[in-house]
């Protein structure tokens, strides 16, 4: 196997990153061969109701993060204390992830979890100024230079599995480039449209059809020719009212299109704008008026704009709890079953089945789990995503709330809008920790074609066969101070359409009240069953031994030997929520030497990983990396179905630690 390029790999850490390109040569270059397997999305595509191409009010989100690539450029997630993490994606359509590389590609953890929630991707390519020029005269030059950059774009959003590009050339163009320019656009847009279904390419309002710089701020004659040859046209920021009422009056300009203009915010308000910061719900008032899609640049504001990171929960809910009248919620259709755990990708400790995994800060979108709606009534309830104790993952849905004695008894919470097909019979388990005081219980409603209805089930006896089933196939649960609820749903035909929790006070006098939701699963009940699908095909490549060597002050004692690997295998990917890595040193290879016990590695999002400075022991030796699948309903798999794949070494040549990185 050709090793992986040093540049996918952390110098620091050595574990595997994400990044760009910067230059065309290194675009042109691009090979699957040596692109980075560790930074492709394993997650497809959900669907989603409404479907994007019949949204008339469409919501991107451009993701510009202080240069980017930070803290979400660890493909396998690092130790952060206070990272940056997006969780509203009920709200949004499309999310772009944007740097100044001139080729942006989306660190898979954002297109993992944008496509969990039904939101495509974007990568960008863009050039600047005078360097821009010269890059852009080289590649529109002719059909056979733009078509063969397009020809890479489409390639490199294939293998890492994103949904298209935004295109921004902010520089100006000879009359030869200019002219070129649509033909490159419509040309990268059919061939996106082949490879991909549901791609999108969109165009920043930059170049005017002349080939001036001159941002519009608008869809107009000058630079329609653009948005003719793509999905859509991304303004500037710099607009007024004024040029919305222009362009809605303009039929011939927008051409039955309006919902492909998307009007930019800029959330840090740069410039003459509408809104930005907290206001920028007045800028999204004005956009939904004459009824255009938005696009927020940098929301990342609510992060980058205030110094106590502590805060950016609040911070981040309260900015999209300003803009909720303005955004339009697209509900998570999924086969059965469905689950969430409420966790947001990232918190204090690492929690499993209510008991702590790990306690460390640490960061990955891929572990975040599909979200509620996180809505926010002032004076009566809040709801947000808390670290300070999970059942699965890095947080809980935290639910506050008061019910006055003069008001009815109990208050109901909305904390899912979906669209999940339901078995004949359904099994739903609710996990929650409330404070005293307060009753808990579900109520579903349902759609079966035009025909609504509602069922509030009935919590199931541990007695009840289908409850000790599911006990009995998750192993004894130590549920430190959790509450377990299961109940029957018999709803065959219908499907789930939302998810509403009630909470009642059992005394007749003002009650505030917290309640903790740790896991909400809805499953068939035929699917209460021992897992018998093994993992397969473990293979490790890549294996590169590190030792430090940077003090030799004392010869006599050896620098622990570190490894380096890539561990690979097989599992259906319609069963997995995650995997966990082990290892542990197998007997021998003399007689006398026992085995070990097996030690935690860590957690994997795809059937890749890349086991990075693992000590082990001086050789001779032999070790053994062992692969436990943990499937989404929770049920133990049998140690006979991990997968598992050994290592003997007598002598190995090694790195200096300076030199990590360098794979040989």
Known sequence: MVPSPAKHYDANTTEPISSGLQTLDELLAWQRSTANPLNVATVPLAVREPPLASCTHRTLVSHDM??????????????????????????????????????TIPPAVWSNVAHKHGVIVLGTFITEWKEGSKVCEEFLKDAESYRLVADKLVQISHYHGFDGWLINIENSLSGEAVRNTPLFLRYLTDQMHLRRAGSVVLWYDSVLEDGKLQWQNELNTNNRIFFDACDGLFTNYNWAETSLEAM????????????????????????????????????????????????????????????????????????????????YTHRSTSPLPFISSFCQGFGKAVYWRGQLEKRR??????????QPLYSQEPGQLKMCGCPEDAWSGGSSLLLEGLIPATSPDKVCVRVFSLHVPLATTSLMTLVFKPSAGIKVSPELPWIEGKTTGSVSPEALDDTHPAVK??????????????????????????????????????????????????????????????????VKGVCIEDVVWLR??????????????????????????????????????????????????????GRAYSTLFRVTELEVPEPPAVLELVVEPVVKEGFLVPDSLWGRRSLSYTEVATLPEKNRGNKT
């Open 361 to 370: 800060g640490w960061f990955n979108l891929s572990a975040q789990d599909l």
């Open 548 to 601: 430090d060597t940077s003090d030799s002050s004392d010869a006599s004692t050896p620098k622990p030997l570190r490894l380096n690997a890539t561990l690979r295998w097989r599992y259906p990917p319609q069963l997995w929520r995650h995997f966990r890595l082990y290892w542990q040193r197998l007997r021998g290879p003399s007689p006398h030497v026992p085995s070990g016990s097996m030690v935690l590695v």
């Open 248 to 327: 809605v009056a303009d039929d011939d300009t927008i051409r039955g299109r309006q919902a492909d203009i998307y009007i930019g915010v800029d959330v840090f308000a740069r410039g003459e704008v509408v809104g930005g910061m907290f206001d920028t719900n007045k800028a999204l008032k004005l956009i939904r008026k004459y009824n255009f899609s938005a696009a927020i640049f940098a929301p990342g504001w609510v992060y980058e704009s205030h110094h106590d990171k502590t805060e950016f929960r609040k911070n981040q809910d309260k900015f999209w709890a300003l803009l909720s009248d303005f955004l």
């Open 469 to 534: 089933k599911l006990a009995q196939l998750s192993g004894d649960w130590s549920r430190s101070g959790w509450t377990v609820r299961c109940y029957l749903l018999e709803l065959s035909g219908c499907a789930l359409s939302e998810v509403l929790v009630w909470v009642q006070r059992e005394q007749p006098q003002d009650t505030p009240f917290t309640c903790r939701f740790g896991e909400i699963m809805v499953m068939d009940v035929a699917g209460l069953k021992v897992p018998t699908e093994a």
């Open 66 to 103: 202080m240069g980017g690539y930070l803290d979400d450029r660890f493909i396998q997630g690092t130790e952060s204390e206070a990272p940056y993490a997006f969780y509203h994606w009920q709200y949004i359509d499309i999310f772009n992830y944007f740097t100044h590389n001139l080729v």
